[in-house]
């Protein structure tokens, strides 16, 4: 076991510290953190957002301290630097945050395209050093201060592979950003839902799944456990080779401590991914990731959204309709998404419809551990039938039948 630590210095975090604490109480907060590949006019069908309802029962954030963090993973670090910029530093990297430089915009607020010198971090002209996401709160943000200062906290201590890089912040007067490793394929829900985008190939699929449960479980299996408590697709953002990384911690919480068996919170979370029994009684686990994480899997198999604006009117989610199909091995196929156009292993659908049924299970006792759920999939990826997908379809002359059609809407 490795044990590491890290402080981002006590005069800055106490600076963080005492102006959010300032901020912290406020009306309730939104749920949803847009990927700042997507801009918020091209988003067709955000999820429907919960509302937090304070709790009498809910406990102090650890996220105003910096913790010490255990991990047994041995694809983390924990020497971290995190940079403080100033906020002319990012002005200059934005060109003044001009709109050809608006990557997206979410609840926390606008995110835009900036440059850095790559040694020295310090702003450079576009097209020069390496790009970054620079996250600019708005001022009236429903994410507010607590949130901004919980990414600090967690992505500033934590590095691995499948999470995504904290590079630096500001705060400066009434200012709050975060500077981020560049994702330049943008979020899962993109390739999954956005109309006239090249649907993502089986394989692709498969490994997507694995990097997230393995940044799941890398946080699970702190020392001090961290609920992510907000995975949906919009938060599974893609580089250039498709590798999947987790953003967003604005939500994210330290797990029980001690003989307690859960985290009396307010809820907070997105329709369709929050597990039913933390939005009943507001009591978070690890758990509640894992039911999450099982309606990302059924995203990946379907094509579907967990809910939609028009699925919400109906009161019809993923999983009702995905459910009469999941018990049965040759039913479940009829949820594919079409646009795979059949070049996908069966016995690996099968194999993730199964996982998806365990991680969505009612009793969240009976939810498998992420760790285990990284085992479960290795071996599915390892597997030969799971990684020959059927050939391509040719038609009487020989010639390669298309895949996919953006028209086929049998499945939704």
Known sequence: MGFWRHELGFEILNQVVNISM???????????HASYSTPSSEAANPPTTLYSTPSSQETSSASFGINSLTTSSSDASFSVSVKPFSFNDLKSATKNFRSESLLGE???????????????????KPGTGIVVAIKKLKMESYQGHKEWLAEVNYLGQLRHENLVKLIGYCSESENRLLVYEYMSRGSLENHLFRKGVQPLPWLTRMNIAIHVARGLSFLHNLETQVIYRDLKASNI??????????SDFGLARDGPTGDRTHVSTRVVGTRGYAAPEYVATGHLTIKSDVYSYGVVLLELLSGRQALTEETAMSEESLLDWAKPFLSDNRRVLRIMDTRLGGQY???????????????????????PFMGDVVATLEQLQTSKDVRRTPPPKLNHRGIKRPSYTHKTTANR
């Not at 300032?22 to 949803?32: K, Q």
């Not at 979410?106 to 450079?124: N, Q, R, Y």
């Not at 953002?237 to 999947?244: E, I, K």
């Open 345 to 367: 292993s069966k016995k690996g659908a099968q194999g993730l419809a199964a996982l998806a049924v365990n991680c969505i299970h009612s009793d969240p006792k009976n939810r």
């Open 106 to 124: 979410g609840g926390f607020g606008f995110v835009f395209k900036g440059w850095i010198d790559e040694s020295t971090l310090t702003p450079t």
């Open 237 to 246: 953002l893609l580089d250039s080779d498709f590798n999947a990384k987790l």
């Open 22 to 32: 300032g901020n912290c109480c406020r009306r309730s907060v939104r749920l949803a």
